[in-house]
């Protein structure tokens, strides 16, 4: 009889086996496409960024393919290569639109759930477009040509790392696309701190360093150069703002408009602070409740089995990956961390 040692192993080679199926599709709908348009999702993150500029600098000069997201690139992140190429809803809305009239395939990068798209949700559902995605979460929707979609992959830009290798039989990866997949995968696992137990992580990351990149000149760019009001607000936020209940095991912060705007804030201010709030000794989950026009936005962070991906479906209307989601709210803040604080012990595991 077969070991049911055996099972996980089989599992992750019959994966691995559908994946190898799934890139040479994708592959041979991206050669013969015409109008290709890559996209992102909404409040980009570095993955998100990186896997949109891994396909521009890598197709540079080749093929002439459109890059696009919801919202505007962070300005932590507008140093990257051929970062003036993407076109978001709010500054480029007429040749946005274009791109998607005109495409024949669409690339979904790091989500798979077309409501992660927010205002282009709508455009990229009715496009005549074949569909592919290259993802690490959690599977929402699968109504696509070819997916290439894991769960335990450190982020989607070392998934586009895996297809450019297999692309790059003609055309090795040059530092520019090295850079930008370097960078989604630093930023995804916050600086190697998490989702990296993976071996394949770090032969991906030695061979991007061996194609260039410059690893402190990122880090410097990255986690280096904020402004000082962002310093400052995280100032804040911990001093005052920061609750922490080490008994159970869980420690958050809210902030409102107003505060936002006494330290002048932009979108990408907060990435990373909720961290601070999940280093603490015996805290095992972390939550962060932002103020925003028409709704509260929620991200959540845990350490091991505690998993905020169901805490963040339940309850929140979001999702994510078990050990960093977020969500939304949509009535006051006040209600948020009230349902928070009722139904948090139910998801803290050892
Ligand atoms: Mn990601």
Not at 31 to 36: D, E, F
Not at 132 to 138: A, L
Not at 260 to 267: H, K
Request: proline share 4%.
């Amino acid at each position: 009889m077969q070991s049911l040692e055996l099972m996980p192993r089989m599992i992750d080679c019959m994966i691995e086996y559908q994946n190898n199926l799934q890139t040479l599709r994708l592959k041979e709908l991206l050669y013969s496409a015409k109008n290709v348009v890559f996209c992102s999702h909404s409040s980009p993150d570095g993955d998100a960024v990186g896997c949109l500029l891994a396909f521009a600098n890598f197709f540079d000069g080749i093929k002439n393919y459109s890059f696009v997201l919801p919202d505007p690139c962070p300005e932590f992140l507008r140093w990257m290569p051929l970062c003036d190429r993407i076109l978001d809803s709010h500054n480029n809305p007429a040749e946005l639109n274009k791109a998607f009239e005109t495409a024949d395939l669409l690339v979904a990068l790091d989500f798979n759930d077309p409501g992660r798209l927010k205002s282009l949700s709508e455009i990229f559902l009715s496009s005549n477009a074949l569909k592919v995605c290259i993802d690490h979460h959690p599977l929402v929707y699968d109504k696509y040509d070819a997916l290439i979609c894991t769960v335990n992959t450190s982020s989607a830009s070392e998934l586009v790392y895996q297809f450019l290798m297999d692309c790059s039989s003609d055309h090795p990866i040059d530092k520019n696309t090295a850079t930008a997949i370097y960078t989604g995968i630093i930023t995804d696992t916050g600086s190697l701190s998490f989702s990296c137990n993976h071996p394949s992580t770090y032969s991906a990351l030695v061979n991007l360093v061996n194609a260039g990149v410059d690893g402190a000149y990122v880090h410097t760019m990255v986690f280096d150069n904020y402004p000082c009001e962002r310093t400052k607000l995280l100032g804040y936020v911990l001093n005052d703002k920061l609750i922490v209940n080490p008994q159970r095991h869980f420690a958050y912060y809210a902030i409102s408009l107003e505060e936002l705007d006494r330290f002048a804030y932009r979108d990408g201010y907060m990435e990373g602070f909720i961290n601070y709030a999940l280093n603490n000794r015996n805290v095992k989950l972390a939550a962060s409740f932002v103020e925003q026009n028409d709704r509260v936005r929620i991200s959540l962070r845990s350490k091991g089995r505690t998993d905020v991906n169901k805490l963040a479906m339940e309850h929140f209307n979001g999702g994510g990956h078990v050990n960093a989601s977020g969500g939304s709210w949509y009535v006051d803040t006040g209600s948020a961390i009230e349902l928070f604080l009722e139904v948090v012990d139910n998801y803290i595991c050892d």
